[in-house]
């Protein structure tokens, strides 16, 4: 009995030795790399935000709105994003280093796949990127709009717009990654064909009058927001 | 300038173009016409001149008819494709390209629009340009005290500290121009890049920014109003905020000028408020628009301001001159920046100016001097301007500390 527990203690012992001597050098060795890659990383950003001043494409972000729509601030700066890109592009590359210690099928195929991947969803995220600034631009767009129409709700409106935007752009980018993308395209298309739908019934059955009204207005090139009769703001 | 050349064949030589631009009422296009020809012959007999009227036939082509037509030969600007505004521009462009082509000592534009057919304003534009050496006659109206208020509290004060010698009615249809001027504005760029700017606002900033010299002259009424109020407001900071960025390596060095000489007699405007301005009114508008483009105004304006938009009361007294004038600024400045996707910033000026028209209007009515108001205001853009110049894209004007709270007055 005393024997065979000996036996088996030491196979444990065995097994347990053959897990530390096989495991323990890659989980190290990444330990390793990620801790490097942390201090590069580190010590990159830290650089970027000193020597690096991005005035052209800070100019380039204010004037083509990106910069609010990444920032409702406006306060976003190239340095930032370069810094930020830098530093969190060395620490992925060093998790992928890391891994890719271990020398596992499951590891390869996580480090092949991001690598297959990788553009794709690059070019994913710039579609989003699009699709926020045009629902962001038409957003604001749309709620001057209306405020100046005296429209009901012209916030409303413009979150309406930007949602709309910002699903197609989501739609974009899930056709794009081939993720899912029947489910999103036949959400989107239920969903605008649903709104507009509504939009008609409800403009039809409860507000024709209305509406008759503003059209007759309009082509009579009458003014909504005329002021009484002999006032004059020019 | 092929059209105008091929007229200029047919002329040869006029002392003086008369423009009638736009006018798709042709009733009006005439009244006008007949008007400008009476006050030719009534007040410059010696002259020779010519007709160039918007609308009516298609292609420039002259026209006879009645003895005094025949002796002002008129030409037909056509109908033009593309919207009013595209349409007016094209106008004016023709213009002034006819009257440097003939050789004309000056030119004067009158609005068919303006409802106003009068033979005085011909001889009243036309003095300051040939009698004076001026080289715009822009029109000064008379009026009640709060009558005219977009020139008079966004116009007049940020042109005037933008460029010195500023008209008080730069958006006056009715105008006058030297041969000088009317040579510059056959080349302008009449359009912005967003639409066309309003010809008569870019011609007096054209003529400030560029060191012409501007008078003013006494008209007898002002116009009928082209727009409402909201769009009216929405144009002027469109055209106003676009030539600031056109006119940027001029303004930021431009200091104060003094006031222009006026030919005839102004009207001084009344003392006290109108009764009829509508100012509860414009409160209300501005009220409701305040709770949906608070965070609009928010993305504009410094936080500073955006607070103390927010934070106003239930009246409109709160927005001082001071604050207005670094309201404006501030828009000019986000409009600046935002090049590309800013075409949605003029408009949403448009409740502020209401709030600002009807504070004005409140503190008229306690019987105050208005003319007085009307340049305290003014003095307070001027007071703004250096710290709006130091944060401009580009700017090389002296160094100012961050923000508009560079800027000190009295009232803040």
Redesign the interface.
């Known amino acids: 009995m005393g024997e065979m527990l000996r036996k088996v203690l030491e196979g444990a012992g065995h097994r347990l030795q053959s897990q530390v001597t096989t495991y323990l050098p890659p989980i190290l060795a990444a330990a390793v790399i990620l801790a490097v890659a942390f201090a590069a990383a580190t010590a990159l950003r830290w650089l970027i935000y000193r020597i690096f001043k991005g005035l052209a494409i800070d ?1 380039f972000l ?4 990106v910069a ?1 729509v990444l920032d ?1 601030s ?1 306060r976003l700066r190239a340095t930032r994003i370069a810094a930020e890109t830098a530093y969190w592009g060395i620490l992925t590359g060093g998790a992928l280093n890391g891994i890719s210690v271990f020398d596992t099928d499951l590891t390869s195929r996580t480090v092949q796949s991001f690598f297959v991947l990788f553009p794709k969803l690059l070019l994913a995220a710039a579609i989003l990127v699009a699709g926020a ?1 045009l629902s962001h ?1 038409l957003g ?2 749309a ?6 129409e ?1 429209l009901p ?3 409303r409106i413009g979150a309406l717009v930007r949602v709309v935007l910002m699903f197609a752009a989501v739609v974009v980018a899930a056709d794009h990654l081939d993720f899912a993308r029947g489910v999103f395209l036949a959400a989107f298309i239920i969903v605008c064909g649903g709104m507009i739908l509504t939009a008609s019934l409800a403009a039809g059955i409860g507000a024709a009058g209305e509406v008759r009204r503003l059209f007759e207005q309009s082509r009579n090139g009458e ?6 009769v ?5 | 300038m092929g059209e105008a050349r091929q007229a200029a064949d047919y002329l040869r030589r006029a002392n003086i173009v008369v423009g009638i631009p736009g006018g798709r009422d042709a009733g009006a296009v005439r009244a006008t016409r007949h008007a400008a020809a009476h006050g030719l012959w009534r007040y410059f007999p010696h002259e020779t001149a010519a007709i160039a009227a918007g609308g009516a036939d298609t292609g420039l082509s002259h026209a006879g008819g009645e003895s005094l037509e025949r002796r002002y030969p008129c030409l037909h600007m056509g109908t033009r494709a593309g919207s009013a505004d595209i349409a007016r521009s094209r106008d004016f462009r023709l213009i002034f390209e006819l009257a440097e082509a003939v050789h004309a000592r000056a030119v004067v534009i009158l609005d068919p629009e303006s409802g106003i057919a009068a033979t005085e304003n011909v001889e009243a534009l036309l003095r300051p340009v040939l009698l004076g050496s001026y080289d715009l006659a822009a029109p000064r109206y008379p009026g009640g005290p709060c009558e005219g208020l977009i020139p008079a509290l966004f116009l007049y004060p940020l042109g005037r500290a933008l460029y010195g010698a500023f008209p008080r009615n730069p958006a006056g249809p009715d105008f006058g121009a030297s041969a000088r001027l009317a040579r510059r504005l056959a080349a302008f760029e009449w359009d912005t890049g967003a639409g066309p700017v309003w010809p008569e606002i870019a011609a007096s900033t054209a003529a400030a920014a560029e060191g012409f010299r501007v008078a003013e002259t006494c008209l007898e009424r002002r116009p009928a109003p082209r727009y409402g109020a909201r769009e009216a407001m929405e144009r002027a900071a469109a055209a106003s905020f676009a030539l600031m960025a056109r006119y940027e390596s001029v303004w930021p060095r431009r200091t104060s000028g003094d006031a222009m000489e006026v030919f005839g007699q102004p009207e001084p405007a009344a003392r006290g408020g109108s009764e009829d301005a509508p100012a509860g009114r414009w409160e209300e508008a501005f009220r409701t628009a305040r709770e949906e483009m608070g965070p609009v105004w928010a993305e504009i304006l410094d936080p500073e301001t955006a607070a103390r938009v927010r934070g106003g009361g239930s009246g409109a007294m709160w927005m001082t001159d001071g604050l207005w004038a670094r309201l404006v600024f501030e828009f000019a400045l986000a409009h600046r920046q935002r090049a590309f996707t800013g075409s949605w910033i003029p408009a949403a000026i448009a409740p502020l100016y209401l709030a600002r028209a009807a504070a004005f209007a409140r503190a008229c009515e306690a019987d105050s001097d208005v003319e007085e108001r009307i340049e305290r205001g003014r003095a307070m853009f001027e007071a703004v301007k250096p710290g709006a110049a130091a944060r401009w894209p580009g700017c090389t004007a002296a160094p100012m500390r961050r923000g508009f709270g560079g800027m000190q007055t009295t009232e803040d």
């Open positions: 100019r204010r004037r083509s709105g609010y409702p406006g600034w631009y604001r767009s709620v001057v709009w209306a405020a100046g005296a709700a012209p916030r003014e909504r927001d005329a002021e009484p002999g006032w004059n703001h020019l």
